[in-house]
């Protein structure tokens, strides 16, 4: 089964754990039966690997995000990396020029897009694979899951078959609806439409090649800043007369705010926390060292992460973005491929900053034009290499480096350290990469 994962978004909903980028679906707060806590991305991509072990995985996402997917899935998942924004048919277009251009996957064969988020059960990934299998019949050019609506949403649009089989031919689409006109479209029998199909990737290539000017994935990919913005619904699925729906009624949830993800969690609090017997449906989550104390609460969400502190009222937490969107902020904590850093505190011309790095991972060697940098080592061992100069580290020692040396870490065990910058004008854009000098 070869299956694309749309990666985007900012996940701004979920502040203070989600940012600029670090979205909601690498945010590790579901519980593993080893105690362990995974992502939604680490639980979706376990889900198809116990389902099919085989399963191709392609995870269209922003360069932002690559790190991220890097860090909890290791280097072997295929990534579709869009330069910038364009909407979901140009990704859908990006990655499925990758599949065969790249990964010389066959255009005859059939491929399932779907978000990288769902709160599922494996049986949606079982029918991913029956979606994939009615896509290969070709008696239609796309083949939608139409998930069984559980209640009149208005966040969801509608699909409407012409029948009630189990396999149907669409009749029509509905955008969102109001709930008054959602139990009209259900007692239709309409399907919620989450956004997940099938479909031949020689199709999905003649589309592309029919809507935009380019040869192939590479000519695509350098362009990509050119194309219109246009969702995959505007450009295909509205002129496609020749769609089939495949009805779904397992569980399937989209955590998109406080309030549903905390639905979805198996415990009421993730990280130090603590709260009395008078406290009703609250929930903590915190990535601080600190604790966080609840008293007396009903119906309250508290979270806590090194970017900020939210408590809101569980239904009212829906609204949280437009006020993250008011102020500007920089972000304190990232996963990198490397591993992980944590801004620690942030002066005038200076900023200190906990660097984690996993074991057998490395920095890119490069250089700042504005600052100088001092690294502590804290525990683990390693080497860096400073203007081509190597030196073994170990707990407690001290590595400087002046503005414009060429430098990099390197961990043999888990390397942790101190990096405190220094100078006038500290940026994220100061920075040039190069090649190791040997």
């Known amino acids: 089964m070869n299956i694309v994962l749309l990666s985007g978004g900012s996940g701004k909903r979920l502040w203070p754990l989600s940012n600029d980028i670090r979205s909601k679906q690498f945010i590790k707060i579901f519980k593993k ?11 979706v991509y376990r889900q198809i690997k116990k389902v099919d072990t085989d399963a191709t995985v392609t995870i269209a996402t922003s360069k932002t995000q690559v790190s991220a997917i890097h860090n909890q899935l290791g280097e072997d998942v295929g990534i579709s990396v869009e330069p910038c924004r364009r909407d979901t048919f140009p990704a859908i277009a990006l990655a499925t020029a990758y599949l065969v251009d790249v990964m010389h996957v066959d255009p005859s064969e059939s491929v399932v897009v779907c978000p990288v988020d769902p709160y599922v059960e494996d049986n949606y990934f079982e029918a991913l694979k029956e979606l994939s299998e ?5 008696e239609a050019n796309l083949v939608l899951m139409g998930i069984e609506p559980t209640y009149p949403s208005k966040k969801y649009g509608y699909i409407i078959p012409e029948s009630a089989d189990h396999v149907a031919a669409v009749q029509t689409f509905k955008e969102k609806p109001t709930a008054d006109v959602a139990e009209q479209y259900i007692a239709q029998g309409a399907l919620w439409n989450g956004g997940v199909f099938a479909y031949k990737l020689g199709y999905v290539m003649n589309k592309a ?3 935009m000017d380019f040869t192939d994935y590479q000519d695509l990919f350098d362009k990509y800043d050119t194309l219109k913005k246009i969702s995959f619904d505007y450009a295909v699925v509205e002129h496609e007369p020749k769609i089939q729906v495949v009805r779904f009624a397992g569980m399937w949830k989209d955590l ?10 198996d415990e009421s609090i993730v990280g130090r926390g603590m709260m009395n017997d008078t406290c009703k449906d609250v929930h903590i989550v915190n990535e601080l060292d600190v604790p966080i104390l609840a008293v007396g ?4 969400i508290i979270s806590a992460s090194p970017d900020g502190i939210l408590v809101s009222d569980r239904d009212a937490s829906g609204g949280i973005k437009p006020l993250i ?3 500007e902020q920089q972000v304190m904590f990232a996963e990198k491929s490397w591993g992980n850093f944590k801004v620690m505190d942030v002066e005038k011309s200076s900023m200190t900053i906990k660097v984690t790095l996993n074991a057998g991972q490395k ?3 490069h250089s700042h034009k504005n600052r100088d940098e001092v690294w502590v080592v804290i525990s683990g061992e390693g080497k860096t290499v400073v203007d081509g100069m190597e030196q073994k580290v170990k707990t407690g020692d001290v590595i400087t ?7 990099t870490v390197m961990a043999d065990t888990e390397l942790k350290l101190i990096e405190i910058q220094l100078g006038e004008e500290i940026n994220v854009h100061d920075k040039q990469k190069f090649e190791m000098e040997y």
């Open 33 to 43: 039966e080893d105690g362990t806590y995974e992502s939604m991305v680490q639980r």
């Open 134 to 138: 009615q896509a290969d019949k070709r």
């Open 209 to 211: 090649h029919e809507l």
């Open 256 to 265: 998109g705010t406080w309030n549903t993800l905390t639905e979805a969690m």
């Open 297 to 300: 609460l009903q119906d309250v």
């Open 325 to 327: 969107d008011s102020f």
């Open 363 to 365: 920095m890119n060697y």
């Open 401 to 407: 480096m002046s503005a414009g040396c060429r430098h």
